[in-house]
């Protein structure tokens, strides 16, 4: 893990956190880039009102 949290450059973050009266910890966590999402229709049936919505994809460029 980064030496400090203000020289981090990998694909984590620290998060402190503690249980009920515990000493606070700091755990890393890994990000993932997202570079597109998909959002499948809903779709009920027809015993409570046949309804769809359209299919959503989107997508984020790359830097």
Known sequence: MPGSVDKNTRRCYPVTWSQSGAIPVTDWFRKYVVTSVFLAPVIR??????????????SFPTP
């Open 45 to 58: 049936s027809a015993a409570t009102s046949a309804t769809t919505t359209p299919s959503l994809r989107t």
